[in-house]
């Protein structure tokens, strides 16, 4: 049998969680490689300078470091949904690059306020929400899902990180009326595919192979 590729992932990491959804919506197995990112093993470093997680190994020196990658990757392996050319594909790619890029600052401020002292959380938050949050909620009242009558690639890219932002404060997050936005994420919450996305599994051990997954 060929080596299945391999997988280094952190089960908390919203990159992480993107790149598994891909996998699984794709069917594609992997050898999955649980990290400690306070102890990296020598054959992540060895694959990705960053060090950062997701990375996924093909094998014959091909690696993708980028969720993004390791996602379109997987689903052109196979898109038994067509997650790749459902919704509207400018205005996706817009949400998922301001998800990346604009929104991660004020998530990433929101969740660590202590550390950002210039400003209040709620003035993190209040930007956050301006950035992303509201134009992703208007896309969803027509349909529930940025892929019209299902998700799409888009919908799984964004769902990790606007669940990390719902986790910081979840009494912010029912007083705020982004109600097609709370809906689409108790979905994506109460899915096969996230749950079994976030099985939990030990720390890989150098020297060891990693379990196949989805097991």
């Known amino acids: 049998m060929p080596a299945l590729p391999i997988l280094y992932s952190f089960r908390r990491c919203p990159y992480a969680i993107r790149a598994r959804l891909a996998l699984l919506q794709a069917g ?3 050898e999955l ?3 400690d990112l306070r102890c990296k093993p020598t054959e992540l ?3 990705s300078r960053a060090a950062t997680v997701p990375v996924l190994d093909l094998g014959g020196g091909q690696v993708l470091t980028q969720s993004l990658d390791i996602a379109r990757w997987a689903l052109t392996q196979h898109d038994p949904d067509g997650w790749l ?3 509207d594909a400018a205005r996706d790619s817009l949400l998922v690059s301001t998800t990346d890029g604009e929104f991660k600052h004020w998530l990433d401020r929101t969740k660590y306020a202590e550390r950002f002292p210039e400003q209040r959380a709620e003035v993190y938050r209040a930007a956050a929400e301006r950035c992303l949050i509201e134009p992703l909620d208007a896309a969803l009242r027509a349909t529930g899902h940025l892929g019209d009558n299902g998700y799409n690639w888009a919908d799984a890219a964004i769902f990790p990180f606007v669940r990390q932002f ?3 404060d979840a009494d912010a997050w029912t007083a705020a009326p982004w109600m097609a936005t709370r809906r689409w994420l108790d979905r994506w919450l109460g899915s096969p595919l996230f749950a079994t996305c976030m099985v939990k599994l030990p720390v890989w051990q150098a020297g060891a192979p990693g379990p196949r ?3």
């Open 213 to 215: 997954w989805p097991g």
């Open 28 to 30: 594609v197995a992997v």
């Open 33 to 35: 490689r649980e990290v």
């Open 45 to 47: 470093l060895a694959c």
């Open 166 to 168: 719902a986790a910081i």
């Open 85 to 87: 050319i459902r919704g």
